[in-house]
Structures are given as C-alpha cells and as structure tokens.
C-alpha cells in the first residue's frame, strides 16, 4: 500500500539532491558555450534558489498533506476490498454449506421415501399372501363339498339303480334260460358290480 508514496518520496529526494550536481557542473556548461547556465550572474543564483525552495515547499507540502490522504485511500481501498473479499469467500463457504445441507436432505428424503415404499410393498404383498391363502382354503373347502356332494349323489344313483339293475339281470337270465334264477344270488352281483364302480 506504501509503495506509491515511497516511490515519490524517493523521486523528490533524487531532485533535491540533484541541484547540487546542476550547480557544480555550471561553469563547464557555461564553458561551453551555454549562458544560461552562468552561475555569476546573479539573476540565475536567484531563480536557482527560489527553484530549490519552491520544490522543497512542494515536497514538504506532498509529504505532510497530500501524500498521507493518497496513503489514506489506498489503505482504505484496500481494506473495503479486502473486506468484500471476505464478505465473498464467507458467501461461498455458506452457499457450500447450503448445497450440501440440501444434497444431504434430499438424499434422507430418497432413502425415507425408499424405506416407506418397500414397507407399503411388503405390506400389500402380505395382504395378497393373505388374500390368496384364504381364497385357496375357501376353494379348496368348496372342492372337498363339491366331491363330497358327487360322491354322495353317485352313491344314490347307484343304489337307486340297484334294484332296475337286479329286475333287468333277472329278466335277462329268465329270457336267456327260461328258468326263474335265485334273487338273492342276482342282488349278490349286483352289489358286488356296484362296489367295484364306486371303488
């Protein structure tokens, strides 16, 4: 921040030391053949005098007023910059904060939406295991009803067709034979040939 106000300084000091050197090279300028630089004319002595204090009033004026308010600017431009530079590397830091507070959220948010799907799909698969299981109990009862019901009106049309069965045999065997057979022996078959359908 000092560096502009070293580097005039420097400058000013280098003309205020350089009017010695004017002064001594005068008289070999003048030697050749330059008037304007001839130090017995008093005239010259004055403006190089009154040149001298102007510029060390000028120097003076600078170092004491102009140069500490110049120095003043730069250190407060400085430090308004360096201010906004923190104020942004702070905006940063929260905005990277924010991102991953908001990565982090959205990612609870997936998994928790992920956990209550694969609970409401567990819970409806249990449901249709459930459903299914009952319904297949409920078929499989009606099934064994149903069997049990044919069985039962098999079993009734066959005792039904018992005794047609015994009158047609016997009627059979009295056409073929001409001999009234044994009823008892003609019901016996019967039942027998019954048995092995139900069987």
Do not use: C
């Not at 104020?87 to 929260?94: L, N, P, R, S, V």
């Not at 609970?119 to 078929?139: F, I, N, P, W, Y």
Request: hydrophobic letters at 50%; charged letters at 20%.
């Amino acid at each position: 921040m000092r560096l502009p106000v070293s580097l005039i300084r420097h400058s000013l000091m280098m003309g205020v030391a350089s009017l010695p050197l004017l002064v001594a090279a005068a008289p070999g300028a003048h030697a050749a053949g330059m008037p304007q630089l001839d130090f017995r004319n008093p005239l010259l002595t004055g403006q190089v005098v009154w040149g001298a204090g102007i510029f060390l009033f000028f120097y003076l004026a600078l170092r004491g007023w102009a140069l500490p308010r110049v120095g003043a600017v730069l250190e407060n431009r400085s430090q308004r910059i360096n201010g906004d530079l923190d104020q942004a590397h702070q905006a940063k830091a929260e905005a990277d904060a924010a991102v991953r507070d908001l990565n982090q959220t959205k990612k609870a948010a997936a998994a928790e939406a992920q956990a209550h799907l694969d609970s409401v799909l567990a819970a409806e698969k249990k449901t249709a295991a459930d459903r299914l299981a009952q319904l297949g109990a409920k078929l499989e009862t009606e099934i064994a009803a149903a069997e049990a019901g044919v069985a039962k009106e098999r079993a009734q049309a066959l005792e039904s067709l018992r005794p047609i069965a015994g009158d047609v045999a016997e009627a059979l065997v009295r056409r073929l034979t001409g001999v009234a057979p044994d009823r008892s022996r003609i019901e016996q078959a019967v039942a027998t040939v019954a048995a092995r359908v139900q069987g």
